[in-house]
């Protein structure tokens, strides 16, 4: 009989995909590693497996403990996952613009969620971070995985996604391109490759136009998991050759394409990693093979990048994305 003891057992070893008609006409082989084949949906659940773990093994994290981050999408997910499997509690804190979908999804994995007003001051004891940080004190046994300070972070994909991309391509891979939100992905990855490589990777960060990584001031863009307005300590600053910013719409425009033309529904952070591959394949040759990372699905955002109209008040739909179908009435 073939199946494993637990859904956190198939954590990671995720499979990669070429990439066709997007990169059509490109020399090199471009391919994509599919984070939406973790069990519980993303990239995050590589993390949340080695922060607990690393918990446990230093004592922070005691059994019966209860975990409490400040998330309100894939991190809580693979965390509540890990937690579930081990027998802890999960108390979530969410602003309260996340919509009512998101928090659910957290509730049904047995997390409870605390949400908190978004319109307040990061200083004001109602705030995201100073309700999780009263929240850590006052509950008995609490433990505060953070993720944008927590070096098991990049670890995991320094010990998990960087080893199976060496393994995956046979040695072959030249170029790794992935977004940056905390810097995990991209430091842990990039730091096996490079070191394994013994410089031969080339480490490509896509950041969202706006966002501090790519020069910016932090200014707002739509596309979610990536990009930041302060500098985490999970990021190495000396980690990437190349940092390629990418506008909202192409992002989105990219998103849409690689469900209807490649069959994956992803996320809109995978769309802005895709443009971002495509420009460094673009001047790549035959041998070359780059390869991207797509942290999520897209299942949660269908009121978002996969609505017409969401797309369209933001006129980021060109007529030959704009999704419509035979009988549809424009
Ligand atoms: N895309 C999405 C959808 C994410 O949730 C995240 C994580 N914030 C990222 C990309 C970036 O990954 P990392 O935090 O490892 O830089």
């Excluded at 490109?26 to 590693?33: M, S």
């Excluded at 004592?59 to 894939?74: F, H, M």
């Excluded at 705030?127 to 004190?137: G, K, P």
Aim: net charge negative; proline share 6%; charged share 25%.
């Amino acid at each position: 009989m073939e199946y494993v003891e637990h859904v956190v057992d198939l954590v990671g070893n995720t499979p990669l995909v070429k990439l066709g008609s997007v990169a059509d006409g490109l020399a090199p082989l471009v391919l994509a590693k599919v984070e939406y084949l973790n069990p519980g949906g993303s990239v995050k659940d590589r993390i949340a497996l080695r922060m607990v773990e690393a918990a446990e093994a230093s004592g922070e994290l005691r059994p019966g403990g209860t975990i409490v981050e400040p998330t309100s999408g894939n991190t809580g997910v693979g965390l509540a996952l890990v937690a579930q499997r081990r027998g802890y509690k999960c108390v979530f804190v969410c602003p309260d613009k996340v919509s009512e979908d998101k928090r659910n999804v957290l509730k049904a994995y047995g997390a409870e969620v605390v949400v908190c007003p978004t319109a307040v001051a990061p200083e004001h004891p109602d705030s995201y971070y100073n309700v999780s940080d009263r929240l850590v004190r006052e509950i008995p046994g609490a433990w505060k995985p953070n993720q944008y300070a927590n070096p098991e972070n990049p670890a995991s994909h320094y010990h998990s996604t960087g080893p199976e991309l060496w393994r995956q391509t046979e040695g072959r891979i030249t170029h790794f391109v992935a977004g940056i939100g905390t810097g995990g992905t991209i430091s842990g990855t990039g730091r096996y490759l490079r070191e394994i490589s013994g410089g031969k990777v080339r480490i490509v960060g896509a950041d969202p136009e706006g966002s501090v990584y790519s020069g910016g001031t932090g200014r707002p863009y739509l596309v979610e998991g990536v990009g930041e307005d302060f500098w985490p300590t999970t990021y190495d600053r000396e980690i990437c050759d190349e940092i390629i910013a990418v506008s909202d719409k192409d992002s989105f425009e990219m998103t849409r394409r690689l469900a209807r033309e490649e069959g994956l529904l992803v996320g809109g952070s995978c769309g802005m990693a895709a443009v971002a591959a495509l420009r460094v394949a673009e001047r790549c040759g035959p041998d070359d093979v780059v390869v991207v990372l797509l942290p999520d699905g897209g299942r949660g955002y269908m009121s978002k990048v996969f609505n017409d109209q969401w797309m369209a008040s933001y006129g980021f739909l060109s007529p030959d994305h704009s999704g419509a179908s035979v009988g549809d009435v424009l």
